[in-house]
């Protein structure tokens, strides 16, 4: 089985910190993605990576930053976090290639007080 | 600007009844339209995917009926049951660089009543 690994369910972090939320995929996927989900909003992608250090902007990239040293793992990065900041952030990975299914990491919760 | 427009936004069917959730889309470079299904405390995972050439796909109780005249799509779930209560998000799939990028509509929370 694919496995998607957000390092963290719950993240609070006070305004102002440099927050970094994790994600490890192991099934060797070239694509990842990082994508904030909010009620109403539905997913929208901030980042992806199509491969090891290289960075895409996706729709929303403001105030975020990526790193991607290695190919399994895809950090996202608050650089000082913000109360507008506070949502459900999912990683998702993905076979390089046109059509491929995109697996999802169960969520990281952070909210910004 | 939302490039993929979903509705509605939550929707009550009987069990046994007929689910259906719409989406409608702009950008005519969208090339690949999947479902994702997501239940409370997961990740979303890919139900069921079409392509524009085909204009039905049936997989199981879930069928995509497909538009590409109008640019929409719907998802179409037959004989509905409670596990299937969960939040559905279509998406649509442009190419760059030869890679996805996905776009997600904004979710239809279902539920599946007795």
């Known amino acids: 089985d694919v496995k998607v690994t957000q390092s963290s369910r719950y993240l609070v972090k006070r305004t102002g910190e440099k927050v970094f939320l994790e994600c490890v995929q192991d099934m060797d996927h070239e694509n990842m993605f990082w994508y904030r989900q909010d009620p109403g909003l539905g997913l929208r992608l901030i980042y992806f990576s199509y491969d090891v250090k290289m960075k895409e902007k996706g729709d929303i990239p403001e105030g975020y930053s990526v790193s991607r040293e290695k190919k399994e793992r895809f950090s996202l990065i608050l650089e000082s976090a913000s109360t507008n900041q506070t949502s459900m952030y999912l990683c998702?990975?993905?076979?390089?290639?046109?059509?491929?299914?995109?697996?999802f990491g169960q969520g990281t919760r952070l909210t910004v007080v | 600007q939302q490039q993929v427009k979903q509705s509605p936004q939550s929707l009550i069917v009987q069990k046994g009844g007929i689910s259906i959730i719409n989406c409608a889309y702009e950008n005519t470079a969208f090339d690949y339209f999947p479902w994702y299904q997501q239940f409370p405390g997961k990740g979303p995972a890919l139900l069921i995917a079409?392509?524009?050439?085909?204009s039905e796909k049936k997989e199981g109780r879930f069928t995509i009926s497909f538009n590409k005249s109008a640019k929409q799509f719907s998802l179409h779930i037959m004989d509905s049951q409670p596990g299937d209560s969960a939040t559905y998000f279509c998406a649509a799939s442009s190419r760059n660089f030869g890679n996805e990028k996905l776009t997600f509509g904004t979710g239809t929370r279902l539920t599946i009543i007795p």
């Open positions: 998702a990975s993905s076979f390089g290639g046109v059509r491929t299914e995109a697996f």
């Open positions: 079409i392509r524009p050439d085909v």
